[in-house]
Structures are given as structure tokens and as C-alpha cells.
């Protein structure tokens, strides 16, 4: 079987990071609980214990949540956001930029969006304020004012 070059790249830079030492932040989950939230810096996000199966990613400009049954909350701060996890759970007071809906089952809410695109299975993404681009090209997916965000 020939393994793509894409492939080979992915797994050298995953390589990399594993050698490197390096983790990708995460986002606070309620699965986390509140053990080890007075070790992180105003600003910072939490770290992930070496063994754990999180793999929730923050950064600067995306937040990406991929664990199924995720429960993820917090200030989206302009962030690009990406749910692909399958039954999350989410919840970001604030301002989006855009949010994408790819998994199923999940359910997003968000205080306001530049843009909303759900490309995914029984989501439901509501955001509390303004007048986002929506692009639904999901099944059984909806897109509503509402919802229990902040703006």
C-alpha cells in the first residue's frame, strides 16, 4: 500500500511535536473541572496532563474542538471556530468570526458570527446577537437567534 505524501507530512510534523516536547493548548472543558485552573497565567490556556485523550485545540485565531461529547465554554475573542466532535457541547459568550458545524448530534452557541456554515448532521448552532452570512448545506441542521451565549 503506498502511503501519500500528505500523509508522510502530517505525521513528520506530528513527529516533530511529540519529539519537540510540545502540546497544542486547549480549551477549558467541563470534564477538566476547576483541579489545576490556578496554575494558568490571565490569558493563558489550560495544558493537558500528559495521558490525557483531550484534544481540544485554542489558539490565537481557532478554536477547534474534535472530542465527542465535548462540553467547551469560554470567550471566543474573534476566534474561527470548527466543531467536529460528534455530541458537543458549545458555548462561547462573545464575538466569532466564523463558526463551522461539521459533526453531529452537536449542539453550538456562540454570542455573535461573522459567518455560519453547517456542512454536518442534527447540529443545531444559535448565536444571541447581530446578523451572520449562514451557509446551511447540512442534514437536519438549523441555524437560530437565541441561545444562551453572551454578546
Request: charged share 25%.
Amino acid at each position: 500500500m503506498r502511503v501519500g505524501p500528505l500523509v508522510t507530512v502530517i505525521g513528520t510534523v506530528l513527529l516533530a511535536f511529540l519529539l519537540a516536547g510540545c502540546e497544542p493548548g486547549s480549551f477549558l472543558s467541563d470534564e477538566e473541572g476547576e483541579e489545576g485552573s490556578d496554575q494558568h497565567g490571565a490569558g493563558e490556556a489550560p495544558r493537558q496532563e500528559q495521558d490525557s485523550v483531550e484534544r481540544n485545540v485554542i489558539e490565537d485565531d481557532v478554536l477547534v474542538v474534535v472530542d465527542d461529547g465535548s462540553q467547551v465554554g469560554g470567550q471566543c475573542e474573534g476566534r474561527e471556530v470548527v466543531v467536529t466532535a460528534d455530541d458537543a457541547q458549545v458555548v462561547l459568550d462573545g464575538t466569532c468570526g466564523m463558526v463551522r458545524a461539521a459533526g453531529r448530534g452537536s449542539t453550538v452557541e456562540v454570542g455573535s458570527a461573522d459567518k455560519i456554515v453547517l456542512v454536518g448532521v442534527d447540529n443545531t448552532v444559535s448565536y444571541g446577537s447581530g446578523d451572520p452570512e449562514v451557509v446551511n448545506r447540512g442534514r437536519d441542521t438549523t441555524v437560530h437567534q437565541g441561545g444562551s451565549a453572551a454578546g
